[in-house]
Each structure stands twice: as C-alpha cells, then as structure tokens.
C-alpha cells in the first residue's frame, strides 16, 4: 500500500512540473505588443474573431472570409530551408463559420497572399505548414505580392538575421482591388471572400538585447508602416509605400503596440520611417499560387 501511495505522490509531482512549463502557462509572444482590434475567442465575437496559433496570431472576419489582422514576432531562429506545402482551409474555426478554400481564389486573378509568410516560419516543416492556412491569407494582386510585398518581408528577414526582433502586424483594408484579370470586390466559389482595395503592415524593430522587450522600446526605437493600394501599378520598391504607423491606424481603426506606454509608443506612432533601404533583391519569382 505504501508502495502504490508513493507511485501517486510522484506522479503528482511530475504532473505539477508539467504544467509549470506548459506553454499555456507561458507568455504569448506574437500578442507581446498587443492586440490590434481587441479581439476575443467568443464564437459570437464574429468578425472579431481572436485565433492564438502556435507561430502567429489572428483576427479573423467571418463576413470577410479573410484575416483583419495576422500578428507575429520575427527572430533569426525562425528562418531555414523548410519546403512550401499547399493551401488548406482552416479546421479550427467555429461550427457554422465561413470556411474559405483554397480553389475559392482560383480564375480570380489574385494571388494567395500571405500575411505571416511561409519564409517567416521556414525553420521546420510544422511551421512551414501552418502558414498555408487560409485564414493567413488575403487576395493579393500579384504586382503587390510578388514584388513590393515580397521585397518588404525579405528585407525584415534580413534584420532578423543581423539579431534584430521584429514584431509584425499585417492585414487588408477597404473593399475592390484590381488583379490580373480586372477588379473585384469579392470572390469566392464556396467561402465568400473581400478583396480589399489596400494592404498595410507595421513594423516594430528591436535591437538585440535581454531583458523584457516592452521595456526595450525607447525613444530610438524603429517603427515601419507601409500602405499599398491593391492593383497591378505597384512595384518592386516597398520602401515608397512607408507612411506613419498613425497613418494605418487611422485607415484601419486598430491601435498597434498598445502595451507599450503613450509616452513612448505615440511619438513613434507620427513619424514615418526614413531609414535608407537597399536595392530590390529579387530572390525567385512567386507563382500565381502563392
């Protein structure tokens, strides 16, 4: 009888251990700077829909069928030579919710566009997969995808790899882009889908460093916000499209970095980032898939 009641003593023990380092109990690091929309995991909740994924966070449009925001943080240890998989719909979303497929893009004329991209979380297969969700993706004309969007996410790659953290937050906004083949305002053979008439993402850059990274954020800190309209006039150079971070919250209604105090955070927010950027690096080409 002892022997059975020391057996239950020591697996309570390794239970407690367990769930003191389950990754429940830690922090969430792609909500580190905040939640954009106040979004909530209430079913009810929509077109406000929060989703806490393993290698990003979302808000998710019901109505839309397509992210209000996707969420992330970006380190060197993220990026590796995983291999692209293809799109699949999103199981985790709600009974009765609108589930958009990846063939709902197809004959459109807009390209699956990533909001985390695959090469973000190319460090192994489980997170190469879980970017090819759908509700990681809007439609894109593929000169916003395949050039200035990609040219943006291959530069903070490379900060990433020079040791700097990045904290990303991308999305669409308004109705009616202009893809290959004329301009839409929603698509969608089984799953209704927007298209959006721009795409925004803001940037915050942190230098290497320990210590808790909200206390990091100073007066110096980098902040990038670009705001690209959704149509075949856009380029290759990303860094035109820079504008305030104010400016896309305007835009959106969404308040970004909204755990960083005022006093910091809102200067920031005013000025639009003039850091000089590279040439366009043209790595490969990015299919109509994509």
Request: hydrophobic share 35%; aromatic share 10%; net charge positive.
């Amino acid at each position: 009888m002892r022997n059975f009641f020391t057996r239950i003593f020591l697996l309570t023990l390794i239970a407690a251990a367990v769930t003191l380092h389950s990754p429940v109990n830690a922090e969430y690091m792609h909500l580190k700077m905040g939640n954009p929309s106040k979004a909530t995991s209430s079913a009810s909740n929509k077109n406000n829909y929060l989703m806490q994924k393993p290698y990003f966070a979302l808000s998710y449009n019901n109505a839309k069928g397509e992210p209000n925001w996707v969420s992330w943080r970006l380190v060197a240890s993220d990026i590796g030579y995983a291999p692209r998989v293809t799109f699949y719909p999103d199981q985790d979303l709600p009974l009765g919710f609108n589930t958009v497929y990846p063939r709902d893009y197809t004959g459109s004329g807009f390209d699956r566009g990533h909001m985390c991209p695959h090469e973000d979380r190319s460090a192994n297969d489980d997170m190469s997969h879980a970017t090819f969700v759908m509700t990681n993706i809007i439609p894109q004309s593929p000169n916003v995808n395949r050039k200035a969007w990609e040219q943006l996410e291959i530069y903070c790659r490379d900060l990433a790899k020079q040791g700097k953290t990045l904290y990303i937050i991308s999305g669409p906004a308004g109705t009616c882009g202009t893809g290959s083949k004329g301009s839409l305002s929603s698509m969608g053979m089984v799953g209704h889908v927007v298209v959006p008439a721009k795409c925004w993402k803001v940037i915050m850059v942190l230098d290497g460093g320990s210590g808790d990274d909200i206390r990091r954020v100073n007066a110096n800190t980098r902040l990038i916000a670009v705001i690209m309209p959704n149509d075949m006039s856009v380029g290759e150079d990303w860094a035109g499209f820079r504008v305030p971070v104010a400016d896309v919250e305007k835009l959106t209604g969404f308040t970004f970095f909204g755990k960083v105090p005022t006093a910091i955070i809102g200067p920031l927010k005013k000025k639009a980032d003039r850091t000089w950027i590279p040439a366009p690096r043209i790595r490969y080409r990015r299919n109509s898939g994509d």
